[in-house]
């Protein structure tokens, strides 16, 4: 079973990118919610603790993805890990409840009140699941679709927040808003980013956002996507004294990110750059926005 696992980790969830991503999100909260009220650093516990709860959920809404997506899967992706059989929904269930009872035992460990936020962020990523209760409304309504579930990014930057000022007895910073903002649109532009596809890259059954909104909406989204992150994660480095670093950071990848959109559009069978663009953008804004300060303070 755990040779099948690693494989299905390899194929859905890799784990050194998400390792990264959980550890960059988790410590640039934490960090950011120390930087912004100017006080030191937390200790290195509390940023380990959010960082690994951080990643849980990822690995969590992997999981919920494999059962929504399980009819459609055997439908038009018979390729993919659980409909050609390499682990079964059961196990995948089991690995979810491991995660569970692991976010359970970090909360408990850093501050028993971390229970009612995360409790609020699984309660959140139940309603993802069941796509709040109108499956068919929202699939027939993309922009609805990613409207509904982009907030969960926003939610995840705030519950890892909570990991320095709750056991701190500080009130959250006004700032973290905008910190979430940031995340949310992150998200966003990773999600339309993943699926902008190359015509001859594009599935049946796949409503790629290259398909349902044709290649210049979908370009235009994306970059606008971009620019979001980049204006709220300004905002929110000028709030913590750090926007010439992030600054520094993102100018070259805006650079990339205009070039990206104007190269696809020309020619549209390259469009893998959108994807791990906007996963170098992502980790860029994470890093500014805590780590990299900090680092460079020590």
Known sequence: ??????????????????????????????????????????????????????????????????????????????????????????????????????????????????????????????????????????????????????????LIALYAAAFEWLPRRMDPHPALGLLAVAALFASTMLEIGRKIRAPQDEEAGVASYSRVWGRPAATAAWLAAFGLVVLFGMLAARAAGQAAIFAVLMAPLAVLAALCGLRYLRRPEKANRFEALSAVASLALFAALGPLPVLLSV
């Open 1 to 154: 079973m755990l040779e099948r696992l690693w494989i299905y980790q390899r194929e859905r969830f890799p784990l050194p990118a998400m390792a990264t991503l959980g550890l960059l999100l988790g410590s640039a909260a934490t960090l950011f919610s120390a930087l912004v009220r100017g006080d030191a650093a937390p200790a290195a516990w509390p940023i380990c603790a959010a960082a690994a709860s951080v990643f849980l959920v990822f690995l969590q809404m992997r999981v919920f993805d494999e059962f929504k997506d399980f009819e459609d899967d055997v439908r038009f992706r018979p390729y993919r890990a659980v409909p050609r059989g390499l682990v079964s929904l059961a196990e995948l269930r089991g690995v979810l409840a491991v995660a569970s009872v692991a976010q359970v035992v970090i909360a408990l460990a850093v501050d028993v009140r971390l229970l009612w936020l995360l409790a609020a962020l699984w309660g959140y990523l139940l309603l993802m699941a069941v796509e709040f209760f109108v499956p068919a409304w929202l699939r027939a309504r993309h922009f609805a679709y990613l409207a509904s579930h982009i907030p969960f990014a926003g």
